[in-house]
């Protein structure tokens, strides 16, 4: 099994990273080419995962992750990490495409961004419970992730547990 090389996110991304995106939902919500291109202006950290060489590179996966509080950002789960914590990391989304699934891409991505942030205590993100996001959970569990509470989004349609790990 080859590992998937990780490293920041171009704009030549867009498409492949847009595609991944809007493919996973509702595990994630979907977004537009002007959301990512905004989060590649705010991001603290933009990372893609890429297998093959030359012609052949493919996306497989990508992490995004901010710092907080402090950016200008209308998500009712980043604002519930604010509302909280002095300083904290946050995974805004990670996706990992199903081909390279299992290859450890999702800890990669956490293992960096929490790295990026030595003087962050905490790196907080949310799953979904409704619709129940199961993969989800076993990984952030095993990562070591605890939940810190739950709450409805999208007019309740969706409900997330909201979670912190320990840098």
Not at 10 to 26: M, S
Not at 55 to 65: A, D, K, P, S, V
Request: with cysteine; glycine share 10%.
């Amino acid at each position: 099994m080859s590992v998937d090389t990780l490293r920041s996110f171009v704009e030549d991304d867009l498409g492949a990273v847009l595609a991944l995106n809007n493919a996973a939902a509702p595990a994630v919500n979907e977004l537009t080419s002007s959301d990512l291109e905004w989060f590649a202006e705010i991001s603290h950290l933009f990372l893609v995962s890429e297998s093959g060489i030359g012609e052949e590179r493919q996306i497989t996966g990508f992490l995004i992750g901010l710092l907080g509080p402090g950016v200008d950002y209308e998500s009712i789960n980043y604002n519930w990490f604010t509302s909280r914590y002095e300083s904290f990391l946050y995974v805004d989304r990670v996706v990992v495409g199903e081909s390279s699934w299992g290859q450890g891409n999702g800890r990669r991505f956490y293992e960096a961004l929490a790295a990026s942030g030595s003087d962050q205590p905490v790196m907080c993100a949310e799953v979904n419970i409704k619709p129940r996001n199961d993969r989800s959970l076993i990984f952030h569990e095993k990562f070591g992730f605890i939940p810190v509470g739950e709450q409805d989004t999208e007019g309740g349609s969706k409900r997330v547990q909201l979670m912190e790990y320990t840098i």
